[in-house]
């Protein structure tokens, strides 16, 4: 099998394959084969942008779930409490429809492959 790059192409693989001492025929070998395999699933720049839009959102959504039970458990007497409850949950479900948004982007882009 031969493989062929334009020149960018072939620097960024022998870099790759010079971080892991490597030679670029080895490197790319050992990619096709995880590939090949399903060990490795290759993923666009805008994939990798969205899977790390909904990692922080999942952080995100974390904490603000975390604020929101400790503000509900101070319970409603506390001076505030429903002002600083709907602030959090306002902040609660701009997370949701981020990673919802990111979600359905993913399933867009998997699609797109099969």
Do not use: C, I, K, Y
């Amino acid at each position: 099998m031969n493989l062929s790059f334009n020149d960018a192409e072939l620097e960024v693989v022998r870099l790759a394959a010079g971080r892991e001492g490597m030679s670029p025929a080895s490197w790319a070998g050992r990619q096709v084969m995880a590939v090949a395999q399903h060990v490795l699933v290759p993923v666009s720049r805008d994939a990798e942008d969205v899977l790390r839009e909904l990692v922080q959102a999942r952080v995100h959504l974390r904490e603000t779930v975390a604020v929101l039970r400790a503000v509900t458990a101070a319970g409603p007497h506390v001076a505030g409490v429903a002002e600083t409850a709907a602030t959090v949950l306002a902040q609660a479900l701009d997370a949701v429809a981020r990673v919802d948004e990111a979600t359905v982007q993913v399933m867009r882009e998997r699609r797109s492959r099969s």
